[in-house]
Every structure is written in C-alpha cells, then in structure tokens.
C-alpha cells in the first residue's frame, strides 16, 4: 500500500483561503537552477525570490523553516554548454557553483543550505531511494528506441537533440519539454529531430533503459492533486488534464556520462536522468543541512511529520516535475515522505514582449542588475510585479515607475518625513500622544489589518499582493499626514501635533517589519534608524506600538529616484556588459 503524509483537513479556512493554525514546521524550496549559465531576472523571481520572500517570512512569524535548494550540475544542458566552451562539465559546474551561489548571496536569498548535485550525500541518496522504488515494484527495465548521431556516435537524450513538437508544432521543442506548451517529450517524437551539436538527422537506434511506471501510480496522484485545497488553480488544473491524458512510464536513466551513476544491475554506463536527480534533492538537501546542524535526524521532523508543510516556487514549466515526477517517486518510496503542500508557479517574464536569450542579448541577468540598482530596487520590484495569473513583461518604464512612484515617493518619503520631523521637531523623541481620537484610532486599526493582509497573502502565494499592500501602508500613512497637517497644528497646538506624530511613528514601524522580507537592507536599516533592539526578527512586532519618550537617530533619505530615459539606462547597461564581460559570453 502506498504511504504518504499529506494533510488535507481544512479545519477553519480565511477569506483568502489560507488554513488558520499553520504548523511550526515549514521546508521551503525553490528550484534547482542549471548551472549552465548565470540565471536571468525572469529565473530569480519565479524560484529563489519568491521562496526567499516566503521564508523569511515564517520565520519572522515563528515558525522553525528550512530554505533549502542547490545548483542542478547534471543533465545535458551542462553537457552541452561544455562542449561549446571545450571544458569538462565538472569544470563548468563547479566555476559557475561558486559564482551562482555568491550572486544569490548578494540577492538576500537566505538559504539554510545552497548545496550541488555533485555532492555526496546527494548521489547516495537518489541510488538508495531509486532502488527502494525498484523493489517496491515500480521500476523496470525494457529495450526502447532512442535517436543515435552517427556523426557524433553518441545517443541524443534530451537537450542533444530538436525538433518540432509533436502536440504544438513549435520550432526548437526540446527533446526532453516544449517550452511552449510545456509537454514532457521523448526525443523519438519530435517532428524532423536533428542533433544539436552537428545538426545532422539523427537515426533510431535500440537501447536498454530503466523506467518508473506512471501509469501505476496515477489514481493516487490523482487523488492528492484533487484534495490539495493549497494549489494553485493554474497548477491543479494543469496537473489533472496531465494526468487525464494519461500517465505513460517515464524513463529514469539516460546514455550521457555526466551525472549520477544508475545503480541499478545491468545499467553500467548509464547515468540518471537530471529531472529524477534533481527532485530527490529538495531531501537530500535537508538531510545535508541536518548533519552541518549536527542533528543528523532533524530532517525528518520536515519530511516525515504529516503536520509539517512543503513549499515549492518554481517556473511554470517546471509543475509537472513537481506535481506529478516528484510525488510519485515519494508515493513510490513507501517512506511515507511530505507530499508537496503547495506548488507555486509563476507565469514568465518576458523582456520587452521576447523570451529572454543572452546570445540575442534579450534580458538584464542578475549579475548585471546588481551592477545597476541596489539589489532591494530589484528585490521590491520583480515581487510586485511578479507574473503570476499570466506572463508579463519588462520595460524600463514600468521599472522606473515601480521604483519612484512607488518605493521612492510612497514608501520612502513617508518615512522620511516622518523620521525628520520627529528628529527635528521633538528632538528625536517619540512625542506621548494626550487623547487618541476616532481618526487617529482608525489608522492605527487600519494598519493592523494591513499587517495581517500581508500575512495571509504571503501563506496563500499572491506575493505581488503582499507587496502592494505593503505600499499601501505608507499610503495609509501620507494620506493621514497630509489629512491632518500637522506641521500647521504644531503651531498653536503641540501636544496635539505629537499625538499625530506618535501615530505616523507607529506606522512606520509597522512598514519597517512587513518590508523585511521583501527589502531586507531596507528593513534593517529602518530598523537601526528606529533606534529598536536587535534587529527585525518577529512579525508581532509590526503591531506593538513604540513607547512615547524612545529615542530615533537623524535619518538619510532610504531610496533615490532612478533615470527615466529608458536610451541612458539601455547604455548603462551596455556599459555593465562590456566590463563583466558578458557581451562576449
């Protein structure tokens, strides 16, 4: 019988339908990125972003997270962009391992473990599981045809070869996924393949492979997919027609030297094919970090506890990986592993209306944006213009309008403002409010339904949301200001004036805390500028008021405004290009 921990009781769900009483335990992932090359702005926001923002939230809600990921070095795509550059995929991997992981640093992302694919403990433990799930019944081996380059004399699996799609039609299908329709293929489908190394037609040629049997565990898969109340609607409905149509075995080795040994009797030579590997790694990961912790057991506090929740943020193109491969390689195991509790997936960012390509120089990689903005200009506006019910696209002018009407003039002058005035009006000090009335009571009740907005967008995914609520607390806050005028009142009445102070004052620390996992800098900043103890590590405080007599320090305006010539900020980034080199990559 299958085994498997998914929690499907719904005891008391809100108006956003997040569950109430979320347990302690969260294991956040986002999806292993090919270490093929430096990822894009559009790969950042769909996965590590998204699970960073996610993150750090629960954990300054209290609850115990692991963020874990990793760079994905096998497969053909690392095979492939070896070849180009005439190195070993070892060498590849492990030069860009090191610059991915320090750029992702550089982002914020907060991992509790960033690991690779090559490591040991990884590889030990997608053997061990694929022959748990060969024994348990679901895995076999069969003769198949497979397309072979006599030119090359090699098999061409995956991203060795394209065609058109056979569902779609589109040019360049790979032989793994349509990007397009988002398909899984075998390469033997493609309309009219040809070998992506030398362009020659390829011939069918017999070879022996291992496969999972789909088609055994599709009922429970069904199943799961229908009671998970948390997935989101694009990613349920995508999943269930998937199913519908009809779950075929899935091979699981491949005839590529790069990547884990398949342990299976008979299949020396054979590797294991990436999308297996990889999936298996969101366990392996936290196995790893359990034994840095030195608490080698921890890990399954995470995985093996019914009570503890899985998040997933990956790309669109990536659900069935996770809705379908991933979930029936645990059903499979029979270890009662965590199903996945949610799946979000976002929709692509485009660049100008094309999909990104660094060989047609379409998009800004996150390397060079870093070079451009602070890396919270960034981190605010891919959240709050996050693609998530469909695709959407940059233009410098929605950047710039995303980071000075909104962060710049919104969020940063209200605060601003607020932090001079005190300082130069009160001598930094906090002012005691004498009589809060009913207005002044209503921004700071408004404000507290604002936090808790925020909270429940976060658990239900709509990060863009929660991002724009965000704004909307400072709008609270300037519209209260320019309502009440205090600098007029401050004239005749200064106690009055305080009162009003020491409210904005409330707020702004209200922003300061919800603005931590979305533009963590800031948020410390903010944070040191308030003059609070530590730092900002608990969501209740957002709503726990600043006593009257606290001590502020002068602040610095937070954010400028950026360049609107969209021509100037298309050379600057030229000029990034030239000196990282990238133009020539």
């Known amino acids: 019988m299958l085994d498997s921990n998914f929690n499907n009781k719904v005891v008391d769900v809100d108006d956003v339908g997040v569950v109430n009483s979320l347990p302690d335990k969260v294991l956040?992932?986002?999806?292993?990125?090919?270490?093929?090359?430096?990822?894009?702005?559009?790969?950042?926001?769909?996965?590590?972003?998204?699970?960073?923002?996610?993150?750090?939230?629960?954990r300054l809600?209290?609850?115990?997270?692991?963020?874990?990921?990793?760079?994905?070095?096998?497969?053909?795509?690392?095979?492939?962009?070896?070849?180009?550059?005439?190195?070993?995929?070892?060498?590849?991997?492990?030069?860009?391992?090191?610059?991915?992981?320090?750029?992702?640093?550089?982002?914020?992302?907060?991992?509790?473990?960033?690991?690779?694919?090559?490591?040991?403990?990884?590889?030990?433990?997608?053997?061990?599981?694929?022959?748990?799930i060969q024994q348990n019944g679901y895995i076999f081996e069969q003769q198949t045809q497979m397309l072979y380059c006599e030119h090359d004399q090699r098999f061409l699996p995956d991203r060795f070869v394209e065609g058109k799609c056979p569902h779609c039609g589109m040019e360049k299908a790979r032989g793994d996924q349509c990007d397009l329709c988002g398909k899984l293929l075998e390469p033997t489908a493609l309309v009219e393949p040809y070998c992506i190394i030398c362009k020659n037609k390829p011939?069918?040629?017999?070879?022996?492979?291992?496969?999972?049997?789909?088609?055994?565990?599709?009922?429970?898969?069904?199943?799961?997919?229908?009671?998970?109340?948390?997935?989101?609607?694009?990613?349920?409905?995508f999943s269930l027609n998937w199913i519908k149509e009809g779950l075929k075995p899935r091979a699981v080795t491949r005839d590529v030297e790069w990547g884990i040994s398949a342990p299976f009797k008979g299949a020396e030579g054979k590797t294991i094919y990436v999308w297996i590997d990889a999936v298996l790694g969101y366990i392996s990961a936290a196995i790893e970090q359990s034994q840095r912790m030195g608490q080698p057991e921890k890990w399954k506090e995470f995985w093996l506890n019914s009570q503890a929740k899985t998040l997933y943020f990956v790309g669109k193109d990536n659900i069935p990986f996770h809705t379908i491969i991933l979930p029936a390689l645990l059903l499979a195991s029979g270890k009662g592993y965590n199903l996945p509790w949610s799946v979000s997936a976002?929709?692509?960012?485009?660049?100008?209306?094309?999909?990104?390509?660094?060989?047609?120089?379409?998009?800004?990689?996150?390397?060079?944006?870093?070079?451009?903005?602070?890396?919270?200009?960034?981190?605010?506006?891919?959240?709050?213009?996050?693609?998530?019910?469909?695709?959407?696209?940059?233009?410098?002018?929605i950047f710039?309008?995303?980071?000075?009407?909104?962060?710049?003039?919104?969020?940063?002058?209200?605060?601003?403002?607020?932090?001079?005035?005190?300082?130069?009006?009160?001598?930094?000090?906090?002012?005691?409010?004498?009589?809060?009335?009913?207005d002044d009571q209503?921004?700071?009740?408004?404000?507290?339904?604002?936090?808790?907005?925020?909270?429940?967008?976060?658990?239900?995914?709509?990060?863009?949301?929660?991002?724009?609520?965000?704004?909307?607390?400072?709008?609270?806050?300037?519209?209260?200001?320019?309502?009440?005028?205090?600098?007029?009142?401050m004239k005749t009445d200064r106690e009055k004036a305080g009162t009003i102070f020491y409210v904005v004052a409330q707020v702004v620390k209200a922003a300061t805390?919800?603005?931590?996992?979305?533009?963590?800098?800031?948020?410390?900043?903010?944070?040191?500028?308030?003059?609070?103890?530590?730092?900002?590590?608990?969501?209740?405080?957002?709503?726990?008021?600043?006593?009257?007599?606290?001590?502020?320090?002068?602040?610095?305006?937070?954010?400028?405004?950026?360049?609107?010539?969209?021509?100037?900020?298309?050379?600057?980034?030229?000029?990034?290009?030239?000196?990282?080199g990238t133009l020539s990559k």
């Open 28 to 58: 956040v992932t986002s999806a292993w990125p090919y270490i093929n090359v430096i990822p894009h702005l559009g790969n950042l926001v769909g996965s590590v972003l998204s699970a960073d923002v996610t993150a750090r939230y629960y």
């Open 61 to 132: 809600k209290g609850d115990e997270v692991i963020f874990v990921s990793g760079s994905d070095e096998h497969g053909t795509p690392i095979e492939v962009e070896a070849l180009k550059q005439g190195i070993t995929p070892k060498e590849l991997t492990q030069r860009n391992h090191g610059k991915v992981s320090e750029l992702f640093q550089r982002w914020g992302a907060s991992y509790d473990n960033y690991t690779f694919t090559e490591n040991s403990i990884h590889k030990e433990f997608v053997q061990k599981t694929l022959l748990e």
């Open 203 to 237: 011939i069918v040629k017999s070879t022996k492979h291992w496969y999972i049997d789909l088609s055994k565990l599709a009922k429970p898969l069904s199943e799961y997919i229908e009671a998970n109340q948390q997935l989101p609607a694009n990613v349920k409905s």
């Open 346 to 397: 976002t929709e692509f960012l485009q660049f100008r209306g094309q999909k990104a390509s660094k060989s047609q120089r379409v998009g800004i990689w996150i390397d060079e944006a870093l070079e451009m903005f602070p890396v919270d200009y960034w981190r605010f506006f891919l959240i709050s213009t996050r693609p998530e019910s469909k695709d959407t696209n940059f233009t410098w002018s």
């Open 400 to 438: 710039v309008d995303k980071i000075n009407a909104d962060l710049n003039d919104t969020f940063g002058n209200f605060i601003h403002r607020t932090l001079s005035f005190i300082t130069s009006k009160f001598d930094g000090t906090i002012p005691s409010p004498t009589k809060l009335e009913a």
């Open 442 to 489: 209503a921004v700071l009740d408004a404000i507290k339904e604002k936090v808790e907005q925020v909270a429940k967008e976060i658990e239900a995914g709509w990060l863009q949301s929660a991002a724009n609520t965000l704004i909307s607390i400072s709008r609270v806050g300037n519209q209260y200001l320019n309502t009440k005028e205090p600098w007029n009142i």
């Open 513 to 580: 805390v919800v603005a931590a996992p979305f533009m963590p800098q800031t948020a410390e900043q903010l944070w040191q500028a308030l003059q609070l103890p530590g730092n900002v590590c608990k969501w209740s405080e957002a709503t726990i008021p600043i006593e009257a007599g606290h001590t502020i320090s002068k602040p610095s305006p937070f954010f400028h405004k950026v360049e609107t010539d969209e021509a100037k900020l298309d050379e600057q980034l030229s000029e990034i290009r030239i000196k990282l």
